[in-house]
């Protein structure tokens, strides 16, 4: 386990041998671009330019690493938010001991693990878009992503509605915050991972808890997804009800009659003690 003051080293660069020359030292408690606190990572990977170029990757930096492919998605939704990177595949090595992460991984075709689809074909979908902050909803402040062409956009491929639970930069009490917008979400935790990445490098989010629901079909993400009360040891589904399959089979039509299928993911992420040294504990339903 980390202490409190532990360090990585770290960059976010196109090959290895800029991050050796460039890389600087993070703190994994305080810094503002820290994706964690239990681990140090060093990443390589393939990202997708918004003039569509695939080009490499290689990150290093503070993270929580217990599950490489929410580490992945974490990584990539941060690098969405810091370059406009749309992060396509992840090769990840993680290790716990201060500036312990000099490691090269190597990207391999077979084994890489996939973050942010390349780009759905056909016109784009649009989803409504919003951030709200303590407490708030997104009811009054709704907009309109295009998936495509949005530089914030986690994907192309479905709409998503998330609540979080989140501490700020002082690291004091934790606030409740509301987000939509487009996503990739074949995956519930690395929905919810990829969105706390991108939090984490826009709003300076520490992300503690999560809930997300996804969907497909234009603006079909209006729903209203809880958290349960910090502390309760309790979870709670979302505001849609039932269990649901991980294909689109639910057909519906929303207030304004439009058509779509719910892919209706709810992932629920506990906190416990362990949070308090930096673990996110995640639990589904």
């Excluded at 929580?64 to 992060?87: E, Y």
């Excluded at 190597?106 to 989803?127: K, M, R, T, W, Y």
């Amino acid at each position: 386990m980390f202490a409190p003051t532990a360090e990585c080293n770290a960059c976010v660069e196109g090959d290895v041998a800029s991050c050796n020359r460039n890389q600087a030292t993070q703190c994994c408690g305080t810094s503002e671009h820290s994706l964690g606190k239990t681990h140090c990572a060093s990443a390589v990977g393939k990202y997708r330019d918004q003039s569509g170029n695939v080009l490499d990757a290689f990150y290093r930096g503070c993270i929580d690493c217990t599950d490489k492919k929410a580490a992945c998605a974490a990584i990539g939704g941060a690098l969405k938010a810091r370059k406009g990177w749309s992060l396509e595949k992840c090769e990840i090595e993680c290790c716990t001991g201060n500036k312990c992460n000099t490691q090269t991984p190597v990207l391999l075709e077979d084994s890489a693990i996939p973050v942010f689809l390349p780009p759905a074909s056909g016109p784009s979908l649009q989803c409504h878009y919003c951030r709200a902050s303590l407490g708030r909803t997104c009811d009054t402040q709704l907009q309109t992503q295009v998936c495509k062409d949005d530089r914030d956009s986690l994907g192309t491929r479905h709409c998503f509605s998330a609540v979080t639970r989140y501490r700020g930069q002082d690291q004091g009490y934790t606030r409740e915050g509301a987000i939509r917008g487009c996503i990739d979400c074949t995956d519930e935790k690395t929905a919810c991972a990829a969105i706390g990445g991108l939090l984490k490098e826009d709003q300076k989010w520490n992300v503690v808890g999560c809930e997300v629901v996804c969907c497909t079909g234009n603006k079909c993400n209006t729903q209203k997804p809880t958290l349960p009360y910090p502390g309760s040891g309790g979870s709670r589904t979302s505001t849609v009800k039932g269990k649901f399959p991980t294909t689109p089979t639910a057909s519906y039509n929303d207030a304004s009659g439009q058509e779509g299928n719910h892919i209706l993911f709810s992932a629920v992420v506990l906190t416990t003690f362990a949070l308090a040294m930096g673990n996110i504990l995640y639990h589904f339903e």
